[in-house]
């Protein structure tokens, strides 16, 4: 138990549906992350959030939208998702954003039909 | 451009040593970090090196040599548990975290 929860943990969806997947981080901390994880590749970097403002956009498509309403909580919007964008999307936490350990959440398998 | 190269997979036998490379280059340091991330779980925290030398925390160690571009991940008394994907990831001069692709480690009886 990292202390950053994630939910759904699975999600299977077409590519006409929106859907969302949710973090939460009980560790007071102030900036929050996404990343796209896929088989066999290096983590990628999507949004950070520091003190719910967000400061890095890594050339995401928009059809991924960010929501960070306070510290504790960041969403991932996603709507017209393509097959290729099957992966395990991880959310992650640390107490200042580029400074600091990031604590990781179980991630949300997701599979794009 | 950034690059972390780490071996792909690597297989050990229980109550062994096994020794993980990662090998860097990125604009600038401030820290390299491992990471363990059994299948279907959170990446969890292990060590943090910004400084040469050799760091122990148990029955894992990590090294780091700036000059050279080069950290290991040593562990020691290998137990099944231990199977397990190893990331490394380098703090850049922009304070992004660069990541390897992981090493998957198979532990055998």
């Known amino acids: 138990e990292t202390g950053v929860t994630q939910t759904p943990r699975h999600l299977v969806m077409g590519m006409t549906n929106k859907k969302s997947l949710k973090c939460e981080q009980h560790l007071g901390h102030n900036a929050m992350y996404w990343y796209k994880q896929s088989a066999k590749k290096p983590l990628e970097l999507m949004f950070v959030y520091n003190f719910k403002e967000q400061t890095e956009n890594n050339s995401v498509p928009s059809r991924f939208s960010p929501e960070c309403p306070n510290s504790s909580h960041l969403f991932l919007h996603l709507h017209t998702l393509q097959p290729e964008d099957s992966a395990l999307y991880l959310c992650a936490s640390s107490r200042l954003a580029g400074e600091e350990t990031q604590y990781f959440g179980p991630g949300t398998r997701l599979l794009v039909l | 451009g950034q690059n972390i190269d780490q071996p792909t997979e690597m297989t050990a036998t229980e109550g062994a040593i096994v020794q993980i490379n990662c090998t860097y280059q990125t604009s600038g340091f401030n820290g390299l970090f491992w990471y363990q991330q059994h299948a279907g779980e959170a990446p969890t925290f292990l060590s943090y090196n910004v400084l040469d030398g050799l760091e122990e925390k148990g029955r894992f160690s990590s090294f780091l040599s700036r000059s050279k571009g080069y950290s290991y991940l040593l562990l020691k008394e290998l137990q099944m548990k231990d199977s397990a994907s190893y990331l490394c990831?380098?703090?850049?001069?922009?304070?992004?975290?660069?990541w390897g692709a992981g090493t998957k480690l198979i532990i055998k009886p």
């Open positions: 990831a380098v703090m850049d001069s922009n304070y992004q975290l660069i």
